[in-house]
């Protein structure tokens, strides 16, 4: 695809349901980040993947929160049990090789909604 | 811990105006700052970046201003246009890949 392609665009879970979030990266772009914005606030790091790895996972609040990259393309992020606090959107973006002066490309974002 | 504080929150200007918006960051450790514009339901895209061995950048109607002893940064945009409207992102990364946000700024441009 031309860009970064998250799915689904909005999620509606209720506390304590498991979720899934994809992102499907821009073709060729081996890093690879979660980002999770909350309103009216500023993008916080998550976790980064350079190809199939998890080269920076430091952002992720808690062992609820895992990410996946099998194949270094498609990434899944997956949050067990749920709380309301979770609620935001949680962005996806990928780069050519780990930006140390480079631009993140982002998608749209999935927006979790935890009742 | 915020490592970026960026002011105003929000902000209001007139066609024309300039729109400035301003980033104070903690880490020296940070070597490029970029600012990303967000529209509504969209996500961030990179608008421009200085690194701090430049005092200013400037592409077309936006420019940086970078003060490394205060560890400052600003965004101007000149001539502001209805369809600057959007939330600004101040950041600053260190050698390696995330990048740290600043609390992001709405711009307003009013016709």
Not at chain 1, 63 to 72: I, T
Request: aromatic residues 12%; charged residues 20%; glycine residues 12%.
């Amino acid at each position: 695809g031309a860009g970064v392609s998250q799915t689904p665009s909005n999620k509606v879970t209720e506390k304590g349901k498991y979720v899934e979030l994809r992102c499907d990266p821009i073709s060729g772009h081996t890093a690879l980040y979660w980002y999770r914005q909350s309103l009216g606030q500023g993008p916080e790091f998550l976790i980064y993947f350079q190809g199939t790895g998890a080269a920076d996972d430091s952002g992720l609040p808690n062992d609820r929160f895992f990410a996946v990259r099998p194949e270094g393309s498609v990434s899944t992020l997956k949050i067990q049990r749920t709380e309301r606090g979770d609620s935001a959107v949680y962005l996806c973006a990928s780069s050519l090789v780990a930006p140390n002066t480079g631009e993140l490309f982002f998608g749209e974002g999935s927006r979790l909604t935890v009742l | 811990q915020q490592q970026v504080k960026q002011s105003p929150q929000s902000l209001i200007v007139q066609k024309g105006g300039i729109s400035i918006i301003n980033c104070a960051y903690e880490n020296t450790a940070f070597d490029y700052f970029p600012w990303y514009q967000q529209f509504p339901g969209k996500g961030p895209a990179l608008l421009i970046a200085i690194r701090p061995d430049v005092s200013e950048k400037k592409e077309g109607r936006f420019t940086i201003s970078f003060n490394k002893s205060a560890k400052q940064f600003s965004l101007h945009i000149m001539d502001s246009q209805p369809g600057d409207s959007a939330t600004y992102f101040c950041a600053g990364q260190a050698a390696g890949n995330k990048l740290t946000f600043g609390g992001g700024t709405r711009v307003l441009v009013k016709p």
